[in-house]
C-alpha cells in the first residue's frame, strides 16, 4: 500500500482475474507487460479506502506445469481440484519419460508441489512418479573447419559428395563432418514434415526408436529412414500378397511366430523398442521363407504379427488388421499371449571335437542319450574324415553339451 504496508487479497476474493492486454511487449522499465494495465494496477481498499500498486509479477508457469498431471485426472472439477476417488485410482504415475534437459527441473520441482499437497492432507501419495526414464538427444550433422569454425547448412557446397565451405572472409576447404546437437544457427534442424512427406509417418516414428536405446544420444541420419520404410514395405506384402489359410501353424512357424511375440513383449516393458524392432525383422525374415514354402500362412500367424507391430506402426497396423477381415480397430484387442510350450526344442545342435578341436556340428534330439551322441557325431562327414583309420580309444558324450573323439 501507499504507507508501506503489504495487504493480502481476502480468500472470499480469489481466484484474481487478470485484466485482458492487448499490448503484451517489454515495458523498457524492467517492470512485468502486467504494469501496462494501470487503470488495474492501481488499488483501493474497499474496506479501509487505502491505495496502493497490485503485484505485477505473477507466479511463473512452472507453477501450473508442476501438478497438471493431478488436473488432467479430472480436468472438469468445479469444486476441487482432482476428486480424491478418481486421484486414488490413477495415482501414483507409474513412468515419467522426459529429456534430461526438461525432466530432471520438472521433477524436481513437481516433487515440491506434491510434497506442499501431501502435507496439507490434499493428495494421498507422498510422491507424485513412481519412476523416471531419462530418453536420449537426438543429434543432428554438423560441419566444421580444420580450424573449429563451424560453418551452417545453408553455406556449405557439395563437391563430389564431400562438404565443403569457409570461415567468414576465409578460403574454401573440405569440411569435417560430426554429430551436434540441433540448432537454428546452424540449421540442421530435420523437420519431420519432410519425413512424413517421404516416408510416412510410421517410417518416422519407427526410426526413432530403431536408432538406438531410448536413453542414449543419437546422430539422426535421414538415409536410415529408408532402411525401416522397406521393412514397413516386407511387413506389408507378407500380410497383403500372403494367402491367409484357416489350418494350423506348423511348429516352425509356431516357435517362429512365438519367439517374436516373447521377445517383442519383454522389450516393451524394458523400453528396449531397438531391439523389439530387430525381433520383426528378424520374424519378417523367416515368415517370408515359411509362405514361401507352404504356399500361404495361418491366419492367426499374420494377426499376432499385425498386433506386435502396431504399437510401433499404427497406422500400417490399422490397415492390414483391417485387411484381415477386421471391422473394429485393433485398439480394442488384447496383446498376443506367446506359447511358452512352442519354444521348446526338439533337437539342439551340439560340438563335435576330434582330439579336441572342433571339427562339425551335429543336431541331436534333446533327449539324446550318450550313445546316440555318438552314433550322430560319427555319422557327420565333417567329422568321420577325421577319425577314419584311427582307432578311438575314448568318446566323451556331454547330454545337450558336446561330443569329443580321443583318437590314435
Known sequence: MDDGTTQLVPS???PLELPELTDYKPTGTGDPPLAKATNWTRYTDPKTGKTGWRETNTMPQWAGSCWYYLRYIDPHNAQAFC??????????????VGGAEHA????????FWHKVLFDLGLVPTPEPFQRLVNQGMILGLAYKTSRGVLVPMDKIEWRDGKPWGAEEGGPMEELTEFPAKMSK???NVVNPDDVVRDFGADSLRLYEMFMGPLQVVKPWQTNGVRGVFNFLK???RL???????????????AKTLNTMVKKVGEDLDALAFNTAISA???FVNEAEAEAKEAGDLPRAFLEKFVLALSPFAPHLGEELWQFLGHAQSLAYEPWPAYDPAALVEDEIEIPVQVL???????????????AEMETAAKACPDVAKFIEGKTIVKVVAVPKRMVNFVVR
Open 185 to 187: 544457427s546452424l540449421k
Open 104 to 111: 530432471v527441473l520438472h521433477l524436481l520441482y513437481a516433487r
Open 83 to 96: 476428486d480424491r476417488r478418481k486421484e486414488a485410482y490413477w495415482m501414483p504415475v507409474d513412468l515419467y
Open 239 to 253: 500380410v497383403t500378397e500372403t494367402a491367409a489359410s484357416e489350418r494350423e501353424m506348423t511348429k516352425a512357424e
Open 234 to 236: 516386407r511387413a506389408n
Open 280 to 282: 520383426m525383422m528378424v
Open 12 to 14: 472470499e476474493d480469489l
Open 356 to 370: 579336441g578341436k572342433l571339427r562339425g556340428r551335429v543336431k541331436v534330439p534333446v533327449a539324446a542319450t550318450p
